[in-house]
């Protein structure tokens, strides 16, 4: 898993805003996803060339939340196709225990 540095560097992709593009054209969420998961790689990549680093799934990441409120929790990040449109940027991060699926 990368860390949560490594996935916000691989999803921003050298840009510096909130979210790498219009949120329509490389994200699915839950104002335009039918309420289901969607086959990668069908709306636009970063600049890098990566594909659904927002939206979509969720995507864990090796860190800690903050182990001393959480413990073992990690971070997860992105925003999913069930997830409102704020909640799909690249400093968006929640947190779960690592036996949860996302």
């Not at 992709?13 to 969420?29: C, F, N, R, S, V």
């Amino acid at each position: 898993l990368p860390t949560e540095a490594e996935w916000q560097c691989a999803c921003k992709a050298e840009t510096t805003g909130y979210q790498y593009g219009e949120l329509d054209k490389i994200a699915w969420y839950n104002e335009n996803s039918d309420g289901e998961l969607h086959v990668i790689g069908t709306k636009e990549p970063n600049a890098w060339g990566l594909y659904d680093m927002l939206g979509n799934v969720w995507e864990w990441c090796w860190d800690l939340y903050d182990e001393q409120v959480y413990g073992s929790y990690r971070i997860f990040q992105g925003g999913s196709w069930a997830e409102e449109a704020r909640g799909c940027g690249a400093t968006c991060r929640r947190r779960s225990h690592p036996t949860f699926s996302v």
